[in-house]
């Protein structure tokens, strides 16, 4: 039996500014333009949106002051942060109220001005006194100590992950607006400089500012629009804060959220043609890609070097060129979701996915603490 | 006051780190259902038992995953460490940083650092100092 939820809503528009390096723009402007360029796109303004949902690491209140700035009129909102995760929670809460009829157009929105405002993350007050003192670079050593660990249980190698790095460059290279756009070879990220081993510098996301943004409505709504992408199923998961926290450094809860947006969609991972994962790191691209059964656990290293997942590979994989080479404002979620829309919408031009039907987005938080994973469909899929 | 009686006096960060600058490595052990954990919480997260007791930790494990942290000024080890008891616990395996390894046995140790906090750090059983 399919899930009551199941297609009900839609995205039916999608605003992204492609300004990674904005000096003067600042976060709430990167939301801002990202807001009104996902309502133009759906036909829709700024008076249409009574759900508001944002997360952002420069200030703790964010629905209130988008809210003020974009003089909006709310009746329903949702400022869960759960990290860079937290835009598809947010779907999936939005989904609950566009059907609840708490709200009828949900505005999903982030902006970042990590780059310009001196490329460091701004970390909201968050003291980890059992792990502080030990001095790891956070987030990396989080991320390292998951790889090393991987590397321990499967043999998976620093050449494989470096393949990821590439597959990443390959696709930005299709890619007119993203940021990194040089030739790279596996030799170059195995000579970049290591900062916390096994990972070295390129196997690090991007630091870019930027912002998006999603319009969601009810399907009935939907109809009404050009080219709606149905959110057939959306699942979110925490397994922890502190690395040291989480259950297995070789297994996320991605498990679980994927478990439950397959479960809502009634498909599985051999179903979708398109997928996103959010690539913070490269070894994040192998484990989810793993922890979502595209491969068997402890086959990322091998299956990520195969060349299934660059261009021309078997399965489509962070086509926009992802946080490693395409953009990376600090919390790169929603923008997993924006590419897995333009897919099916068919406007992504020389990386164009042919017929893609069925897209999985997926986004980590936090130090791959929440996951959160939706799958969208083209009306074809209903 | 009308107050739960299993939760009063310090929270059991405080307890811990007061512990801690006695010179004695704590972790919790819930005694009804025997799970240990670390870090100290209010709740058991195996079974959800209120108030675990605290328990001195033996300071025995062995290395689950490890990583060199490198900077300009230096490199030190970062480590996530398997208790004896069943916690796992983040902390820095003392020595030359590239002879960690995981799933080597290692002992607990409280250093002092150089703001004069105690910080638990652990040696590799059996390397040579
Ligand atoms: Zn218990």
């Known amino acids: 039996m399919s899930d009551p ?36 796109d759906a036909g829709l ?16 209140l964010p629905v209130l002051n988008v809210a003020e700035k974009l003089g909006l009129n709310i009746r329903h909102a949702d400022g869960t942060m759960a990290g860079g995760s937290s835009f598809i929670f947010h779907m999936r809460s939005a989904m609950a109220a566009l059907n609840a009829g708490l709200c009828d157009v949900a505005l999903i929105a982030y902006g970042s001005n990590q780059r310009s405002a001196g490329g460091r993350l701004v970390p909201m007050p968050d003291p980890q006194p059992y792990e502080a003192p030990y001095k790891a670079l956070y987030p ?10 991987h590397m321990h249980e499967f043999g998976t190698t620093r050449a494989q992950l470096a393949e990821i790095a590439v597959a990443a460059r390959k696709w930005a290279q299709l890619n007119p607006a993203a940021f990194e756009r040089d030739d790279l070879t596996v030799e170059d990220v195995l000579a970049s400089r290591i900062v916390s081993d096994p990972l070295s510098k390129a196997d690090c996301c991007l630091v870019t500012d930027g912002g998006g943004a999603l319009v969601m409505t009810r399907a009935d709504r939907a109809r009404d629009h050009a080219a709606p992408a149905y959110l057939l199923g959306v699942g979110t998961a925490v397994s922890h804060r502190q690395i040291a926290a989480m259950p297995d450094l070789t297994t996320s809860c991605a498990v679980q959220s994927g478990r439950e947006a397959y479960r809502m969609a009634g498909l599985g991972p051999g179903e979708v043609d398109h997928v996103m994962v959010y690539d913070a790191f490269t070894i994040c691209t192998l484990m989810f890609l793993e922890d979502l059964g595209f491969c068997a656990k402890g086959e990322g290293g091998a299956f990520c070097a195969s060349g299934a997942i660059a261009p021309g590979g078997s399965l489509p994989v962070n086509t926009n060129g992802g946080g490693l080479s395409c953009n990376h404002p600090g919390m790169y979620g929603i923008f997993t979701v924006i590419e897995a ?18 897209a999985l987005a997926h986004a980590n938080g936090g130090v791959l603490s929440s996951q959160a994973t939706a799958i969208l469909g083209t009306a074809a899929t209903i | 006051m009308i107050t739960d009686s299993r939760f009063d006096g310090p929270g059991p960060d405080s307890r811990w780190q007061a512990a801690l600058a006695e010179g004695r490595f704590l972790i919790q052990r819930c005694a009804p259902c025997g799970a240990a954990q670390f870090p100290p919480s209010l709740a058991c997260r195996s079974c959800g038992a209120a108030a675990p007791a605290m328990v001195e930790a033996s300071g025995r494990g ?68």
Not at chain 1, 5 to 34: C, K, M, Y
Not at chain 1, 45 to 60: I, K, Q, R
Not at chain 1, 140 to 149: D, G, P, T, V
Request: with cysteine; hydrophobic share 40%.
């Open chain 2, 62 to 129: 062995t290395i689950y995953s490890t990583t060199t942290v490198r900077k300009r000024d230096g490199s030190h080890n970062v480590s996530i460490i398997d208790l004896a008891e069943g916690a796992r616990m983040m902390s820095r395996v003392e020595g030359d940083p590239d002879r960690v390894r995981i799933g080597r046995p290692v002992a607990a140790r409280i250093v002092t650092t150089e703001d004069g906090a105690p910080l638990v750090v652990f040696d590799i059983v059996g390397a040579a100092k």
């Open chain 1, 341 to 358: 829309v333009e897919q099916l919408r068919g406007r992504c031009g020389a990386r164009q996915v042919a017929g893609a039907e069925v």
């Open chain 1, 140 to 149: 990396i050593s989080s991320y390292a100590l998951a790889a090393q660990r």
């Open chain 1, 5 to 40: 939820h199941r297609g009900t809503t839609a995205v039916i528009g999608t605003g992204i500014t492609n300004r990674w390096d904005a000096p003067g723009f600042s976060a709430f402007d990167q939301l801002q333009e990202a807001s009104i360029l996902a309502l133009e």
């Open chain 1, 45 to 60: 303004s700024l008076g249409d949106v009574d759900g508001l949902f944002c997360a952002m690491s420069v200030s703790g």
